[in-house]
């Protein structure tokens, strides 16, 4: 069955970084496209990044653009987000998301804290 597993969440100081992964299976990992969302209680989902099958195009948040990275793996059928210069603001419920066509896979979320 399909399953999008993330990791790596955590508590970081501000100015900090962190590395989130996704790992996928049970779906052709290389053929959709990958995407970060996060979502703080009581707001909507908001999209951070993504990222093309073949990982050559990437795209970004205006409010995440500079600090953060999202690459993939296909032979590892992995997709990661890259965090540096981490803000309070970014606390959040981090969602791995696989796009393609009309079909849509989420992962169970990762919680990321930013805080002093």
């Known amino acids: 069955q399909v399953q999008l597993v993330e990791s790596g969440g955590g508590l970081v100081q501000p100015g900090g970084s962190l590395r989130l992964s996704c790992a996928a299976s049970?779906?052709?990992?290389?053929?959709?496209?990958m995407n970060w969302y996060r979502q703080v209680p009581g707001k909507e989902r908001e999209w951070v990044a993504g990222?093309?099958?073949?990982?050559?195009?990437?795209n970004y948040a205006d409010s995440v653009k500079g600090r953060f990275t999202i690459s993939r793996d296909n032979a590892k059928k992995t997709v990661y987000l890259q965090m540096n210069s981490l803000k309070p603001e970014d606390t959040a419920v981090y969602y791995c998301?696989?796009?393609?066509?009309?079909?849509?896979?989420w992962g169970q979320g990762t919680q990321v804290t930013v805080s002093s």
């Open positions: 049970g779906f052709t990992f290389s053929s959709y496209g």
């Open positions: 998301n696989a796009a393609l066509d009309i079909r849509r896979y």
């Open positions: 990222i093309t099958s073949g990982g050559g195009i990437t």
